[in-house]
Nanobody, 128 residues
Framework: QLQLVESGGGLVQPGGSLRLSCGAS????????IGWFRQAPGKEREGIAC?????????VYADSVKGRFTISRDNAKNTVYLEMNSLKPEDTANYSC????????????????????WGQGTQVTVSS
């Protein structure tokens, strides 16, 4: 069974940067799309970035993070990264990675219901 573990969260000042990692075990990334989601207290879960399976590696970003966050995949390490730059206080949330599959899809989508495998989450706090 696929297991996902996030790491890299923490406290950062506005304008700073963090890199989150999502490591997979139990299987390889083949035929899985990977997404990053976040949820702040009292708010709905928001899809912020996803990357499609290794056949195309296309990406999708939410408007709120476009141009600031970058998602990437290292297939050899079974790891997906989320580079977060120019962080804002409104980026404060619990961040989770998730996987959709195992099946091939063209592209990926920021719909939580599509993802059947979830990590435990890592907290990101942006504060001065």
């Amino acid at each position: 069974q696929l297991q996902l573990v996030e790491s890299g969260g923490g406290l950062v000042q506005p304008g700073g940067s963090l890199r989150l990692s999502c490591g997979a075990s139990g299987t390889r990334w083949t035929n899985y799309d990977i997404g990053w989601f976040r949820q702040a207290p009292g708010k709905e879960r928001e899809g912020i970035a996803c990357i499609s399976d290794r056949r195309d590696d296309s990406t999708v970003y939410a408007d709120s993070v476009k141009g600031r966050f970058t998602i990437s995949r290292d297939n050899a390490k079974n790891t997906v990264y989320l580079e977060m730059n120019s962080l804002k206080p409104e980026d404060t949330a619990n961040y989770s990675c998730a996987a959709e599959g195992p099946y091939y899809t063209r592209g990926c989508a920021l719909r939580p219901v599509n993802y059947g495998f979830w990590g435990q989450g890592t907290q990101v706090t942006v504060s001065s």
